[in-house]
């Protein structure tokens, strides 16, 4: 039984470049899709036959682990190996999957920085996503990145009008070095993201935050 697993372990994984991260999840999840087994005990034995076979494939240097449930084929150039690349993780578990469901989006001082707004660059990325249910914030140390829950289901229709609700609520209460913050906003985000007002009045509506509507009828004016 095994060696079928083998098979489809190794089918899964020939599908990835190298320097792409393969999640365990993943790996179990196709195994599961493909056999269909639902018992509880013969998962049990399924999970300890991939993690043999994941094993296996490190020790013969065909995968690499980057950290726990993390792995990924290494490539070479003319310095030797090259390391995996973190900001594919941050992306794939967190930002936006394969599929091209987004899931999370960037806030904070990175965000500001990137809009203009400081002129200050964060030692750690902050990332609003739905792949995080803790109630308080949490660094990921090997990443470099704090999660942060979002309180509005994040979809790819409604990621950016969230990302905004976050730029006017500053809960991070970054100072704002740009004067001309209120254009910056308006142009460098609203409009060039083709946001719909009454959109984001609807989302920040459901924030329930007044300080929040009455920035963006400022911004209106």
Known sequence: MEKNYN??????????????????????????HKTNI???????KVYANINVIINRMNSEKK????????????????????????????????????????????TGEKLFNQLGLTTQIPNTTIIVTNNYNRKDDYKVEYLN???????????NENYQYLQLIDILANKDKINIENKKYKEAIYNEYIIKNKLDFEKIIKYARETKNKKILEKLFILAK
């Open 7 to 32: 098979k489809i372990v190794i089918e899964y994984i020939d599908k990835y470049l190298c320097d792409e991260p393969i999640f365990l999840e993943e790996i179990r999840n196709y195994v599961v």
């Open 63 to 106: 995968i690499k682990t980057y950290s726990k449930g993390i792995y990924y084929k290494p490539t070479n150039n003319i310095l030797g190996e090259m390391p995996l690349d973190k900001t594919k993780i941050i992306n794939k578990k967190y930002l936006k999957n394969n599929n091209g469901k987004i899931n999370g989006y960037i």
């Open 38 to 44: 639902k018992n509880k005990k013969e998962l049990d």
């Open 145 to 155: 990145i704090i999660l942060r829950k979002s309180k509005i289901k994040i979809t």
